[in-house]
């Protein structure tokens, strides 16, 4: 079975880590909140759009493209901010909370290309599950 632990000790020992972990560190958390609203705020706008249209238009798909720019960007820095505390985090219970949120975000926008039909269930659920990223990926700071 793979061991995670001795994998996060030498992360947090890494050259990267004490880069990050340095004065850029405010930076880095800085930029990880505001590619998060990058993802968040055009999922959500996407999401009332589709429950008020009925229908995925070319506004969604805009909006779409926002989100993965902006998800691709804070997948990077969260990256960055986990190498510093790595095996903090993985004793901190809300970062399962997180990843399984975003795990479910992630299936659910597959389900929204998939199921066509369903696409107003599916974007109501997805504004659940995007808030549940929010809410578990605050609550990192202040549990463990």
Excluded at 98 to 112: D, H, I, Q, R, T
Excluded at 136 to 142: E, P
Aim: net charge positive; hydrophobic share 60%; glycine share 8%.
């Amino acid at each position: 079975m793979f061991e995670l632990m001795p994998f996060l000790v030498a992360l947090e020992r890494s050259i990267l880590a004490d880069w990050v972990g340095g004065p850029i560190y405010p930076v880095i958390s800085a930029l990880h909140i505001l590619a998060f609203a990058f993802v968040i705020v055009p999922v959500l706008m996407a999401d009332v759009r589709v429950l008020t249209v009925g229908a995925a238009d070319e506004t969604v798909i805009r909006l779409a493209r926002i989100a993965v720019f902006g998800f691709g960007c804070a997948a990077l820095t969260g990256i960055l901010l986990f190498s510093v505390q790595a095996t903090r985090y993985a004793e901190n219970p809300a970062i399962y909370w997180k990843f399984g949120f975003l795990c479910a975000a992630g299936l659910n926008a597959l389900c929204f290309r998939w199921f066509v039909n369903l696409r107003q269930s599916i974007a109501f659920v997805s504004a659940i599950f995007w808030c549940g990223v929010l809410f578990s990926g605050r609550w990192i700071a202040f549990a463990g």
